[in-house]
């Protein structure tokens, strides 16, 4: 959806797609900056960005569990060899 207002240089109607931060006006020819209060302040994020971020957490936790296996296997076999040694 288009968004209307006014060339502050020559007070033609001008539209701007929403996302855009400038128009350029199509009467006089100079760049102007679309209002803030016109500006389409959401994020559209795209289903590959969203997939991307699942795909990430879950890498994350995996590797948080294969570093926690990894502690308590490095821990049971340092107590294995502690026990070893002293016995």
């Known amino acids: 959806m288009s968004v209307g207002f006014k060339c502050p240089s020559c007070a033609g109607d001008l539209t701007?797609?929403?996302?855009?931060?400038?128009?350029?006006?199509?009467?006089?020819?100079?760049?102007?900056?679309?209002?803030?209060?016109?500006?389409?302040?959401?994020?559209?994020?795209?289903?590959?960005?969203?997939?991307?971020?699942?795909?990430?957490?879950?890498?994350?936790?995996?590797?948080?569990v294969i570093l926690g296996v990894l502690a308590v296997v490095a821990a049971a076999v340092f107590l294995i060899s502690s026990l070893g040694s002293n016995g």
């Open 16 to 64: 701007a797609n929403p996302g855009g931060k400038t128009t350029k006006c199509p009467f006089c020819g100079i760049s102007v900056l679309v209002p803030d209060e016109l500006l389409d302040r959401r994020q559209i994020w795209p289903a590959e960005v969203i997939e991307a971020g699942r795909i990430a957490r879950r890498a994350g936790r995996i590797v948080s």
